[in-house]
């Protein structure tokens, strides 16, 4: 069984951003503590920094039914790829972004 790690790659007291390889692509996490609109200023200068260090698509799996992180992919630039089954066999889709 292969052992899945997240890795930070920005982490700030409001906001931590992960990457996971698993099946060929990268996936990026992101988990935030407080939202305001500086907040969101600051998370979207750093994200657009790392995506300018990244030479891979990035790959985010969203939920149908949460419209909050629908929002955000939207936000950071995400694009919707294909639908898919998680593993709890609930339907999920899968996004990405380049460059």
């Given at each position: 069984m292969a052992v899945l790690t997240k890795i930070p790659v920005i982490y700030k007291k409001d906001y931590t951003v992960l990457?996971?390889?698993?099946?060929?692509k990268l996936?990026?996490?992101?988990?935030?503590?407080?939202?305001?609109?500086?907040?969101k200023?600051?998370?979207k200068h750093d994200f657009n920094t790392l995506m300018s260090l990244v030479n891979?698509?990035?790959?985010?799996?969203?939920?149908p039914e949460d419209l909050k992180h629908k929002k955000f992919l939207n936000l950071f630039g995400f694009?919707?790829?294909?639908d898919t089954l998680g593993k709890d066999?609930?339907?999920?889709q899968i996004f990405f972004?380049?460059?």
């Open positions: 990457f996971e390889a698993f099946a060929d996936w990026i996490h992101c988990k935030v503590n407080k939202w305001s609109k500086t907040i200023q600051d998370l891979l698509p990035v790959f985010a799996l969203h939920d694009v919707y790829l294909k066999n609930k339907p999920r972004r380049s460059k």
